[in-house]
């Protein structure tokens, strides 16, 4: 059952609930943030109990795009790219490496 972010309180390492202080191994670094609704705890088959918690975090800085571009997949060519290079399809090539190996044979 999801709590309310308000319920959960954080004390150093540990966090508070329903009067009760829960000491946590963190798989990973809690950001600071506001605790929101939707934490929970949880039980896995071996007994485990994890503490899931949603945090609000600010949205991070979208990337500049440094270049794109575009490719065309197709049956003749295997992909046009937006700068008009052409890529053969690979058939063409298989073709032509069973013919050499024909040819090749004493």
Request: charged share 30%; hydrophobic share 40%.
């Amino acid at each position: 059952m999801p709590l309310k972010g308000r319920d959960l309180k954080r004390e150093g390492q540990a966090f508070r609930f329903a009067g009760n202080t829960f000491r946590v191994f963190h798989s990973r670094p809690l950001p600071e943030g506001k605790i929101k609704d939707g934490t929970n705890f949880s039980c896995d088959a071996r007994g485990h109990w994890f503490l899931n918690i949603v945090v609000e975090v600010a949205a991070p800085e979208p990337r500049p795009v440094r270049r794109g571009i575009g490719i065309d997949l197709g049956i003749k060519d295997f992909a046009v790219l937006s700068t008009g290079e052409k890529i053969e399809n690979p058939r063409f090539l298989r073709q032509l490496a069973e013919k050499l190996a024909i040819a090749a044979r004493p």
